[in-house]
């Protein structure tokens, strides 16, 4: 996210596109979400099935306080992570 203003509200949201060839069940594996939160970080984001062609959108708020961020350069990193699982649909003909 870049240089972050400490008590500023910053918001980076990316589009997640399913270019096929097959539908994907997408979501959010485990997260440590008791270390997200400690640090000021939200995550949203829905399991959502998506069909080729369609959408949706992970959305990752972070509002750090000086109570938290006392220093004047602080280092954070996390780790989000995605899992798809593809929907395959068969027709078997006699």
Same mark, same amino acid.
Request: hydrophobic fraction near 35%; aromatic fraction near 12%.
């Given at each position: #996210? =870049?240089? &972050?203003? &400490?008590? *500023? ?5 990316? #589009?997640? *596109?399913?270019? =096929? @060839?097959?539908?994907? !069940? /997408? ?9 997200? !939160?400690?640090? =000021? &970080?939200? /995550? ?11 959408? %949706? ?5 972070? +509002? @750090? ?5 006392? !220093? $004047?350069? %602080? $280092?954070? +990193?996390?780790?989000?992570?995605? !899992? /798809? ?10």
């Amino acid at each position: #996210m =870049g240089y &972050i203003a &400490i008590d *500023v509200k910053t918001c980076y949201s990316t #589009m997640i *596109v399913n270019y =096929g @060839p097959w539908n994907a !069940e /997408v979501t959010i594996k485990k997260l440590e979400k008791k270390q997200l !939160e400690n640090s =000021g &970080i939200l /995550v949203q984001f829905e399991k959502t099935t998506l069909t080729i062609g369609k959408t %949706t959108c992970l959305t990752i708020i972070w +509002q @750090p306080t000086a109570i938290k961020y006392c !220093e $004047r350069s %602080t $280092r954070e +990193q996390h780790t989000i992570y995605l !899992e /798809v699982n593809l929907i395959l649909y068969f027709t078997i003909f006699k």
